[in-house]
């Protein structure tokens, strides 16, 4: 410690003290500061905290609040740890005075603990002389600024303590100097600031203070007089006192009673806003007493009450949302009393009257939430009163009605739009139910748009489902299938599983192909055909096809769809389609039809150029080889085959492709055996034996290949006497019979083996005569027979027999001139 620092630092303080006395405050700041300096350097806490005090102390004088502050801080830490540096007064006026001052600067938490410490050591001071004025004064001021900040910052209790002790010495200071009009004063200030304490906010208080401060707050408002506002303040105030020690009944009855008084404020152009303020308040306070109120009529009529009064309001602010609200609920509470008393129609008016409020507001409104909940959750007591009508044209007036009052707003508002989408479907389930189903689908339709809306925005289909199940059903009773298709198309896709609407929809198509079967014109039966066959294929998809009757259904589709296509010259399409259904079952029914279409085909090549005719020829043999090869035992395919063979060895054969001709003459005469064989008494393939075989002759006789010639004429010959003997009345085989032995007459001819085209003429003769007995005017019989006669008479000529030749030549003259 520095001797001379520290006597330096005392001599400053004592000059700044001195200045400071005869008024000098800025040299005395100016040398009060190098005190500071001095002290801090000589290591002087004593001089120094009361250099830094005095010196914060004549910057606070002067409204330096933030630079006497920090002095005041400085101060602080010292005194803290050693409170003797500062005498008790000093102590307590620095910590007043810093207090103040850290209050003036936001600081208040700070600020209540140095009110605190300030306080506690006037305390101290007045304990050890209660004679002294200037620390009772000090004290009381101290208190009222700390209950002040207590106040302001929410600790009412505190608040009040500090006030009532305030009050306290100030009203003991009285006594001394009565007529002094600043000691009075300053009571009136501590007792205003005591009631400026607001009883709602300080309702939290201990009961005992909160009571004191009711009192207080009561002889206040009786000074202004028995019906102010302050009293039906005080009024409430108590009641919420009684409403916290159970009291409901009493606590209510006070409310009436500030009600009537703050109500009477409302016409009154000088307190108006307040009579409203208050009065709206009480309202509120009777609202949440009556939540737990079960007695009806006693509900009935504290909400009458309310009513009127919101009504008074509302009458003095007629454009004010809030009031208008405030009426609108009430009305809704009443309406709704009323429900529950059994009285629907007085229900129906209040909430009709209701509806009507806040639809009001909405219009000019409409993007003001808490409005439109209020509106909705109304809106909605409205439609649960239509549902308790027993008539189905009274719901559906009071429908109509609440859905002109809010069909605008709800184009506007998604929560409304429901609302209106919900009525929108209970109209129509009420209309369908008095089977008025176009008016029912009409309402079902407008429903569903507002809940297509909801779920493009939210994703929720739930409410779109359930209409979309009462449209398709309308659609369906009124036979509008089309329609009803696809709404139960769009259920079954959205993932609804009951069965009944796979069923509809089956029924649904059922009904449309049976429809297409009649129109008669093929091509729009194919078109409706194909259009069921895809629905069908997608709900195939979609739900379980029990007992393949979906699946079944699209086979005798496609089966009829492929018969459609055989009528409009389809072929080949018809064709591949009838193979696609006999390859997805074992039981061979679509082969007849495949057959008969292959059959047509053949029939169609006929008419065709030789090259195009050939072509299909070797297609549909390709068909029956595949036919032949799964189906074995099929006669039908056996005989189409051996007759696309039979016609692909003609056409090779007018094509001059003798020797491939020959090759398929052989493999029909296989597959003609093959028949044979199977089937003994069929005699068809008999006949193609024989006459495959003759021209197989005639091949062979082309090719020079006489064994296998005569072979084959031979074989055709036997064939052709087993079906004489079989058939004998069969002129054709006979004809056969006679054309190969002229075959083999010409053959032996050729081969210059004269007595054996004799011979075979002769029988070739016999064979045509036998005929000509039975149709003795045939003329096509005739010239067989002329013909012979002359190839005979050639025959007879080159063997020397002129005379003979000649009588056969004559014969056939004769015959051909018919002598």
Request: hydrophobic share 35%; charged share 30%; glycine share 6%.
């Amino acid at each position: 410690m520095s001797k001379r620092a520290r006597d330096m630092a005392y001599r400053h303080f004592n000059k700044g003290v001195s200045l400071i006395e005869k008024g000098q405050h800025e040299n005395a700041l100016e040398i009060l500061k190098q005190a500071a300096e001095q002290a801090k350097d000589a290591d002087s806490p004593q001089i120094e905290v009361a250099v830094l005090q005095t010196y914060a102390d004549l910057l606070f004088s002067q409204g330096k609040k933030e630079e006497a502050l920090k002095g005041y801080i400085k101060a602080a830490g010292i005194v803290e740890s050693e409170p003797d540096y500062l005498l008790p007064e000093q102590r307590a006026n620095m910590f007043s005075n810093m207090a103040l001052a850290l209050e003036n600067t936001g600081r208040k938490l700070e600020a209540g603990d140095r009110y605190t410490i300030a306080a506690q050591n006037y305390r101290d001071l007045v304990q050890k002389d209660p004679s002294n004025q200037s620390h009772i004064a000090n004290m009381v001021s101290t208190l009222n600024n700390m209950g002040a900040l207590f106040a302001e910052t929410g600790k009412y209790d505190r608040a009040f303590d500090a006030f009532e002790e305030a009050l306290g010495l100030q009203e003991g200071m009285d006594e001394e100097t009565p007529d002094e009009s600043s000691t009075l004063q300053k009571k009136k200030t501590i007792r205003e600031n005591l009631l400026n304490i607001p009883l709602e906010n300080a309702s939290e208080m201990e009961k005992e203070k909160y009571e004191k401060l009711l009192q207080l707050y009561m002889e206040e408002a009786e000074k202004e007089g028995e019906n102010s506002l302050k009293v039906a303040a005080i009024l409430q105030n108590s009641a919420h006192v009684l409403e916290k020690e159970g009291q409901k009944d009493d606590a209510f009855s006070k409310l009436e009673e500030a009600l009537r008084i703050a109500s009477t404020f409302i016409d009154n152009e000088k307190d108006e806003d307040g009579g409203r303020k208050i009065s709206i308040g009480i309202l509120r306070d009777m609202n949440r007493l009556l939540e737990a109120e079960d007695d009806n009529q006693k509900l009935m009529d504290k909400y009458g009450l309310i009513l009127d009064t919101s009504r008074k309001i509302l009458t003095s602010a007629p454009e004010n949302t809030s009031y208008q609200l405030n009426v609108a609920f009430s009305l809704d509470i009443i309406g709704n009393l009323l429900k529950d008393s059994g009285d629907i129609e007085g229900a129906i008016r209040n909430i009709e009257e209701s509806v009507d409020i806040v639809v009001n507001i909405l219009q000019s409104e409409v993007d003001d939430n808490n409005t439109i909940h209020a509106a909705i959750a109304i809106i909605e007591d409205m439609l649960a009163l239509a549902e308790l009508k027993e008539e189905n044209g009274s719901k559906l007036d009071l429908y109509r009605q609440l859905g002109e009052k809010i069909g605008k707003l709800g184009q506007d508002n998604l929560e409304l739009g429901l609302i209106s989408a919900d009525m929108c479907r209970e109209t129509g389930l009420i209309l369908a139910e008095e089977k008025r189903y176009s008016e029912a689908l009409e309402n079902f339709k407008k429903a569903l748009s507002i809940y297509e809306t909801v779920k493009h925005a939210t994703g929720d289909d739930s409410k779109m489902n359930e209409v979309l199940k009462n449209t398709a059903k309308a659609q369906f009773d009124l036979g509008r299938y089309d329609e009803a298709l696809i709404s139960y198309m769009q259920l079954i896709k959205s993932g609804e599983t009951d069965r009944e609407f796979a069923d509809k929809v089956d029924s649904i198509l059922l009904e449309l192909e049976r429809k297409a079967d009649h129109t008669g014109d093929v091509d729009l039966i194919g078109k409706e055909y194909d259009r069921i066959l895809e629905i069908r294929a997608e709900l195939l998809g979609i739900v379980p096809d029990q007992e393949g009757r979906n699946t079944g259904r699209i086979k005798e589709i496609q089966g009829k769809k492929a018969d459609i296509m055989v009528a409009m010259g389809h072929l080949m399409d018809a064709l591949e389609l009838y193979e696609q259904l006999q390859e997805s079952e074992d039981s061979g029914r679509y082969i007849p039809k495949i057959i008969k279409l292959l059959e047509k085909m053949e029939m169609s090549a006929s008419k065709e150029q030789i090259n195009k005719k050939l072509e299909t020829l070797k297609f549909l043999l390709s068909k029956y080889n595949v036919l032949a090869e799964r189906h074995p035992d099929n006669i039908q395919i056996l005989v189409n085959k051996a007759s696309v063979i039979d016609g692909i060895a003609y056409a090779l054969s007018e094509t001059g492709e003798t020797e491939e001709s020959g090759y398929m003459c052989n493999y029909a005469l296989e597959a003609y055996s093959e028949l044979a064989a199977m089937e003994p008494e069929n005699m068809y393939p008999v006949e193609r034996i024989a006459a495959l075989n003759t021209r197989l002759a005639e091949i062979a006789v082309g090719a020079g290949i006489a064994n296998e010639a005569e072979k084959r004429f031979l074989t055709s010959l036997e064939a052709y006497r087993n079906l004489m003997d079989a058939d004998p009345c069969n002129i054709e085989y006979e004809l056969d019979h006679a054309g190969v032995l002229d075959g083999m007459g010409a053959f032996f001819l050729n081969a210059g083996m004269y007595g054996e085209a004799k011979k075979s003429y002769e029988n070739a003769l016999r064979s045509y005569a036998a005929i000509m007995d039975q149709n003795p005017e045939n003329k096509t019989y005739k010239s067989y027979v002329t013909i012979t006669l002359e190839n005979l008479g050639y025959v007879l000529e080159l063997m020397g027999r002129k005379d003979d030749a000649n009588w056969m030549y004559e014969s056939a003259r004769r015959i051909e001139e018919g002598a």
